[in-house]
């Protein structure tokens, strides 16, 4: 079955630590996107990618890096300089960027301990 | 920024009655989408409805559009206990140039809750 596979499912990161969260996917979509969802909140894009080796900054990009280097993969690092990471991250993909439905994958939380 | 807004904030209903929730935004669109959300869970996607469509339907799920007034409807019929879960509304503005900025902007959501 396709579908897109975010792991770990939780997650505990250091204060000044980096940790990566994976995203991988195996619908053959062009299109990947982090969002990152707090309590009581909508969605906010932290960063999207149209294709293998292009990516552009979301809504709240401060904090984060991503790399987009297999059409299946599009890993999300949370680095030290963002200063509250708390939070349910999410992965989606979609065929293309415009005018289809997304597919999420089931999450991670993070927390900082 | 947020761009839709769901309303009610919460519902709750008994199994079998309908559910209706509204979502209003405020720039033009190109598309608008609703999604469900179980606790904890990933989103999935119910319906997309285009800027030039009025009314789509997908078995339970009836999603109007009224562009003039910058509002959306996702009406479920005769729910049932697990439709329990939050819905979202997303759109996909227009850009400065007409196109689509390329990305979905959530709401908030609506907590349904269906009681048996």
């Known amino acids: 079955d396709g579908g897109i596979t975010q792991s770990p499912k939780y997650l505990f990161r250091k204060e000044g630590q980096n940790v990566t969260l994976s995203c991988e996917q195996n619908?053959?979509?062009?299109?990947m996107y982090w969002y990152r969802q707090d309590p009581g909140q909508g969605l906010r894009l932290i960063y999207y990618?149209?294709?293998?080796?292009?990516?552009q900054k979301g809504d709240i990009a401060e904090g984060y890096s991503v790399s987009r280097e297999k059409k299946e993969s599009f890993p999300l690092t949370v680095t030290s300089a963002q200063k509250n990471p708390t939070a349910f991250y999410l992965c989606?993909?979609?065929?293309?960027?415009?005018?289809?439905?997304?597919?999420f994958g089931s999450g991670t939380r993070l927390t900082v301990v | 920024s947020q761009q839709g807004e769901e309303d009610p904030q919460a519902l709750s209903i008994q199994e079998g009655e309908n559910a209706t929730m509204n979502c209003s935004y405020k720039?033009?669109?190109?598309?608008l989408q609703w999604y469900r959300q179980n606790s904890g869970r990933g989103l999935v996607h119910l319906i997309l409805?285009?800027?030039?469509?009025r009314e789509k339907h997908s078995g339970r799920l009836r999603v109007t559009l009224d562009t003039s007034k910058k509002s959306s409807s996702l009406l479920i019929t005769a729910s049932r206990a697990a439709d329990t879960a939050s819905y979202f509304c997303?759109?996909?503005?227009?850009?400065?140039?007409?196109?689509?900025?390329?990305?979905?902007?959530f709401g908030k959501g609506t907590l349904l809750t269906v009681n048996p």
């Open positions: 720039t033009s669109i190109n598309n």
């Open positions: 997303a759109t996909d503005s227009k850009g400065w140039s007409g196109g689509s900025n390329y990305k979905l902007t």
């Open positions: 409805i285009r800027s030039n469509e």
């Open positions: 990618s149209q294709i293998v080796n292009d990516f």
């Open positions: 989606a993909s979609s065929i293309e960027l415009i005018n289809y439905g997304y597919t």
């Open positions: 619908l053959n979509h062009d299109a």
